[in-house]
């Protein structure tokens, strides 16, 4: 099936699966439509048990090889064998800086990374990497900033992956089973919601390259793997964004407009 053009893609995310989860299936999608596509993520060291999964997982979306940042996760010190600073306590110009070279080096047309809330459970590291990413993406565009970092690159758009009240659907349940807390965002705030159930079935297999997670009980991959594969298509087949506006607004460019 002949896919239609599509912009290239980078991924910003906290931990090895949040690329797969939140955004496996349009990364699938562009990656099939010839599109470049590229994954940074920010905690977990290239020595760890997690990064060999990551690899797999990106391999299985056509993403490329792993871009690490090299923070550790804020609830898991054995994240950087080497006992590098957790990302919430990193510099946040040092953690911009690392991030705003891989923008440069990569030049994505569009960026999605998390939402403000932290993804349905508000875990720290995903609402830093949501901080750190709205600064990186700015500051790549601007030359007088971070210069050591490469050429100036300015992204036509960021997008946060998100869910929204209506769109929880059996993920609400599957998480509050295991005692997590739910956060989703009023409907309003999703701008754009991509049906990616014909990729569902790589989505999936990219998910459960992270083989430590899918072992588990509590964390997401585990909680799918043991649904029947209808319900869990029914939850990996729709992702929902924001748009974060980077280009010009809409109407009279000598105004401020809402």
């Given amino acids: 099936m002949n896919q239609p053009s599509?912009?290239?893609?980078?991924?910003?995310?906290?931990?090895?699966?949040?690329e797969s989860l939140l955004a496996g299936g349009v990364l699938a999608q562009h990656h099939a439509a010839g599109a470049r596509t590229s994954v940074v993520t920010a905690t977990w060291a290239p020595t760890s048990h997690r990064?060999?999964?990551?690899a797999d997982a990106l391999a299985v979306l056509g993403a490329g090889s792993p871009?690490?940042?090299?923070?550790?996760?804020?609830?898991?010190?054995?994240?950087?064998p080497g006992g590098a600073v957790r990302l919430v306590d990193a510099p946040l110009d040092e953690a911009v800086g690392r991030l705003v070279a891989?923008?440069?080096?990569?030049?994505?047309?569009?960026?999605?990374?998390?939402?403000?809330?932290?993804?349905?459970?508000?875990?720290?590291?995903?609402?830093?990497?949501?901080?750190?990413?709205?600064?990186?993406?700015?500051a790549a565009?601007?030359?007088?900033?971070?210069p050591d970092a490469g050429e100036p690159w300015q992204a036509a758009a960021l997008y946060a992956a998100t869910h929204s009240e209506s769109g929880v659907g059996r993920l609400g349940p599957l998480l509050e089973s295991v005692?997590?807390?739910?956060?989703?965002?009023?409907?309003?705030?999703?701008?754009?919601?991509?049906?990616?159930?014909?990729?569902?079935a790589v989505?999936?297999?990219?998910?459960?390259?992270?083989?430590?997670e899918v072992a588990r009980a509590r964390p997401l991959p585990g909680l799918l793997a043991r649904l029947p594969e209808s319900e869990r298509n029914e939850i990996i087949s729709t992702e929902y964004f924001t748009r974060l506006s980077l280009g010009p607004a809409p109407g009279d460019p000598h105004q401020l407009v809402a």
Avoid: C
């Fill in 179 to 200: 005692g997590k807390t739910l956060l989703a965002v009023p409907d309003a705030y999703v701008t754009t919601s991509v049906d990616v159930s014909l990729w569902a």
């Fill in 141 to 146: 565009g601007l030359p007088y900033l971070y």
């Fill in 102 to 138: 891989h923008i440069r080096e990569v030049r994505p047309d569009i960026v999605v990374g998390h939402d403000a809330l932290g993804q349905l459970t508000g875990h720290p590291d995903h609402r830093r990497a949501h901080q750190i990413t709205l600064l990186a993406v700015e």
């Fill in 203 to 212: 989505k999936w297999s990219a998910i459960s390259a992270h083989r430590s």
């Fill in 6 to 18: 599509l912009p290239s893609l980078m991924g910003v995310f906290a931990h090895p699966d949040d």
């Fill in 51 to 54: 990064a060999p999964e990551l």
């Fill in 67 to 80: 871009r690490l940042l090299g923070y550790a996760d804020a609830r898991n010190p054995a994240s950087t």
